[in-house]
Nanobody, 121 residues
Framework: QVHLAESGGGSVQAGGSVRLSCTAS????????MSWWRQAPGKEREWVAT??????DIDYASPVRRRATLSRDKDILTLQVVSLRPEDTARYYC????????????????WGQGTQVTVSS
């Protein structure tokens, strides 16, 4: 059974950092694209970063582009975000798909349960 498990969230003060991990299991073949998304209360889910294992391409959404580092070791996707801001407060989700990475959450069939990141000012 396919499963994505996130870990590493928590409460952080503004200016701090967080390191999130997503472990994929149950896949016959590692999914080509693994990604991070987030959803803040009252807002739509937005993509944060994607990793395409076919070419190693990494893409970051503009809100985190200069503050985030994404890495992948086979079935483990890690996101580190520094200089956290209160607006980074959200539930962070890991998602995967077999095709190329997409900025549309509708394209991802597999999702984790999410991990909460709360940034206090």
């Amino acid at each position: 059974q396919v499963h994505l498990a996130e870990s590493g969230g928590g409460s952080v003060q503004a200016g701090g950092s967080v390191r999130l991990s997503c472990t994929a299991s149950g896949f016959t073949l590692s999914p080509r694209c693994m990604s991070w998304w987030r959803q803040a209360p009252g807002k739509e889910r937005e993509w944060v970063a994607t990793f395409d294992s076919d070419d190693g391409d990494i893409d970051y959404a503009s809100p985190v582009r200069r503050r985030a580092t994404l890495s992948r070791d086979k079935d483990i996707l890690t996101l580190q975000v520094v200089s956290l801001r209160p607006e980074d407060t959200a539930r962070y989700y890991c998602a995967a798909r077999d095709g190329f990475c997409s900025w549309s959450d509708a394209q991802y069939p597999w999702w984790g349960q999410g991990t909460q990141v709360t940034v206090s000012s």
